[in-house]
């Protein structure tokens, strides 16, 4: 399965990657890792995860505050820190 990224998903791991890495030397290593065992659920389990909106499934990293499956694509449309204001959230 492919895994597609949009251009304002790439921006927002890049900003959340440089504020996990400010907050702890290889944070953001490790954020990165989580995203990337999350696609390998959403890869073999799509079905588990819920769809807010007709063709996007949602996954919530569970140490991290983050889809969309189109057949044998995978896209990140965006990175939401769970933290932030939910009136910003994409």
Known sequence: ????YTER???????AFDW???????????FLNSIEDSLHKIQDYPEVYPKPHKNFHRCILSRFPFSSIEDNLIIIHSIFNNRQNPENKP
């Open 9 to 15: 998903a790439a921006s927002d791991i890049k900003i």
């Open 20 to 30: 996990y890495e400010q907050q702890k030397i290889d944070l953001g290593i490790i």
């Open 1 to 4: 399965m492919k895994i597609q």
